[in-house]
Each structure stands twice: as C-alpha cells, then as structure tokens.
C-alpha cells in the first residue's frame, strides 16, 4: 500500500471541504502528526482511519425564529455537527457567536473527538450552535431563542445520543433556559446537557474546571522541567469562563496575572489581577455584561483599545478568548519578551505560522485539545454524577479533574517525547488522542 503524504492527504481534504479554511487548519495540525504515524501503524492505513475520521457522522442544520421585545421577527442558524460516537456520545458544547459558521463548528467538533478521547472518559466529539448574537440582547430575547432553538435541537440529542453544553456565550443562563425546555418538550430530567446549574443536577466545578484545568496542565509541564507557576508573571487574554477561572487559580498558585481582555481590547495591572479585583470582573462580565474598559476605569490601569495583550511581557501565557487569537508575530513577541510556556484555554487559538514560533523557540507548548480538556472532563463527571443519581463534593470533582489533567500530561509525554528528553505537545496529544478512537472504529469493522 502506498505511503500517505500530508500534501496528498490535505489536497483531498481541501477539496472536499472548500473554503472551509479553519477546519483546514485544525485537520492539517493532525495529520502534520498522524501522517507519519499511520505509515508505520499500517492497521490504521487499511482500514482508511484518517479518512474516516476526517468526515463527520452528520451535520443537522436549522432555522431559529424567535420575537425580539420590539415584536420583530428574527432568523437565525443552528448547527449541531455530529462528528464521531465511536467511545461514546456525542458531547461537545454550543457555541453563540456572530462569527459561528459551519468551518468553524466543523473544525471545533472535530478538535473535541481528540480532546474528549484524552480525558479517558467515554465521549464522543460533536460541537454546535448558532450566528445568533447575544451581545444586548435582554434576558427574555435569550430565553425566546434558546427555546426556539431547542424546539429543534431535542430531536437530535439525548443522554446516550449527544450531550451539548456551553462555549463562547452559552454560560448557566443560557443553559436553564435550553435545558428547561429540553425538559419540557420530553418530558424527560436527563443528564442531556452539562453545565446545569447546581440547583437542578449541575456539577461542582464545572464552571472552574476548564481554567482550573488548564492552569493544572501548565504546573504538569513546568514542573516536569524543574519549575513552578509560583512568583511567574501570566498574561491572560478574554475576560470570560475560561480566562476568569484561570486567572483565579493562577493566583491561587502564585503567579500575578497582569492582563485580561475582551473584543474591544486589553487591560494591563502590572500589579496583578487579585482574587478581589477579580471579583469585579466577574460581576461586570458575568451580571451586568460591561466591557472589560470598565476595569481599567475602576482601578485606573492601562486599557489598549483595540489590541490583544500578546506586547506585555509574561513568563507564561493563558490564550482564552478565542481561535487564531495568537498569529506569527503575536506569537514572535512574546518569546522574545521572555516568554516560557504556553497553555492553550481557547481551541485553536494560535495560528500554524505562530506554534512554529513556539517549537522552533523550543518554549513549552500546551494545545488546546490536552490543556483545555478539563472542562469537558468535569461534564463527563457531571454525566457520571447524572447516572448515578447524586453528586460529589467540590473537593472530590476537583481531586478528579487533577488526576484527569496530570494523566493527560503523562499521555502527552508518553506519544510526544522527541529530542534530549523535550515533549513535543502537539505530537503527544494528537497520537494519545486519535489511538483510542481509532481502535474503537477498527473494532467496528467497516460502517
Ligand atoms: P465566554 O463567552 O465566556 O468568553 C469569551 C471571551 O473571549 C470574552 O472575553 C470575549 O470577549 C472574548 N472573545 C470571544 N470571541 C472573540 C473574538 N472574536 N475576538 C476577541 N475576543 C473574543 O467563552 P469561554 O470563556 O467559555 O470560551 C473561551 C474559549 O475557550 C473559546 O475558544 C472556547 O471554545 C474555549 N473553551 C471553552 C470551554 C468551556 O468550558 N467554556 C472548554 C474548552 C475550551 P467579548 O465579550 O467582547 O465577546
Ligand atoms: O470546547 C470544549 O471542550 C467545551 N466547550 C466544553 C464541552 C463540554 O461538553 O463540556
């Protein structure tokens, strides 16, 4: 049989996905280390895995009409992206964004198949959500489109079938209203989501564990070379779930977090963003859905319109806002400003010029897939906790999600270890991801 070659494996893919260009990009990070991999694991070749994987289950695509409070009528698009329930579920989260398209949930659910597969807790990948933009709009106009969306959503989930939770502008509120009508349409209390509040069979820490976990996985890699997160300046971009609760445990370990950001730019507290100071934040992102200016206004602090915070220097970075946040020179300036690790909170948020930067600088280099994987983990304790009709304590989940995380570091170690003992991440997490999948599927014969 003949040997695989990126270039030949990417020109088909290009072409059956046009203009797909962020799917493109997730894909080609994979095969960059599945490729060489397969032609020497030639089960995987015969039975055509990275083809197969490569093409998701299904995609269901819908209308959402809902009533603005001025009566209007608006039209949306939902998307639930169905990629791969070889090792369980369906289970990846929802996304509401302006931005959302097909490439972009298509490149996220397929991420999430590798991601889950890494937690060891039987997941499946799927992603989905909508251009519906939540950004002014009132609780009620949330709550009419969450219904309407759920309206069609409930046909295609369920606890065996597909578990949806949150992502960038689903958070608890959005979540009540979408699981409450799940509720309602089927007559069913199922552990069909995640993310639940507590009063209605939520996990503890599921809200922490996506920033908690990855502030865990970059103490695994630090201190596998001798360091430690403690007296290390971090640099954190976003401002919501995920750049919240790393800023807190960041802190909580020792490490001043100097910036934090959102879509309208960047705030710089050279003293460090404390547990109080963060408090605000999470009152005026959480309740009164401000603008992280008002941070800057509150304790009279630089704010860079506009900008990202990849110029300040840092000893550490937390990329936790969104995808491709981190390109070639981002990614330039903050190694040459002292830069040593970098642990991914966003999916895919550094660009392929940008992880070059980071490997050739030989910097430790956490993807979002291993490093963020501890918020989909916490779900897969939820889903536990949901089956099993009760529920853990917040030290317990929270022992849990650090075991997860260090297991995950130890699989990236075990598939990633190249040169002089170095891991490369990338490597190790995609190999440590794709294998139990792959023989899942093989085990399956074709189909
Ligand atoms: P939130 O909606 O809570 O917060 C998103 C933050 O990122 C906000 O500060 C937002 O600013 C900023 N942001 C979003 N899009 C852009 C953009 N295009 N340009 C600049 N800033 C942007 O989302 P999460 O914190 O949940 O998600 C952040 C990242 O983490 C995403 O990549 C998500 O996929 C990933 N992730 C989330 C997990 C979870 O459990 N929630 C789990 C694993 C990964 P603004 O308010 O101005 O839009
Ligand atoms: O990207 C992710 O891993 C998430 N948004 C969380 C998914 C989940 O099902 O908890």
Redesign the pocket.
Known sequence: MEKLTLEGFMSGLKNRNPGEEEFHQAVEEVAHSLVPFINQNKIYREAAILDRLTEPDRIIIFRINWEDDEGRIQTNRGYRVQWNNSIGPYKG?L?F?R?VKQSILKF?AFEQTFKNSLTGIPMGGGKGGSDFDP?GKSDAEVMRFCQSMMTELYKHIGQFTDVP???????SREIGYLYGHYKRLSTQFTGVMT?KGMAYGGSEIRPE??GYGCVYFMRNMLNRIGEGMSGKTAIV???????QFTCEKATELGAKVVTL????GTIHDPEGVTAEKLEFVKEL?NERRG??KEYADEFGVEFYEGKKPWHIAGDLAFP????N?IDKDDAKALVSNGCMAVSE???M?TTKGGIEVFQEAKILYGP?KAA?AG??AVSGLEMAQNSARLSWSRSEVDQRLQTIMNDIHSKCVEFGCIDNGRVDYVQGANIGGFIKVADAMLAYGVG
Do not use: C, Q, Y
Not at 261 to 264: G, T
């Open positions: 989260g996304r964004h931005s996220l950004k939770a949150g992502d960038i502008g689903v958070g993310g564990a996506t971009s976003g401002s919501g779930n995920v750049a950001s959102d879509s309208s992102k603008r992280i936790s806002a969104t995808e946040e909170g966003a999916n948020p979002g963020n918020g989909v």
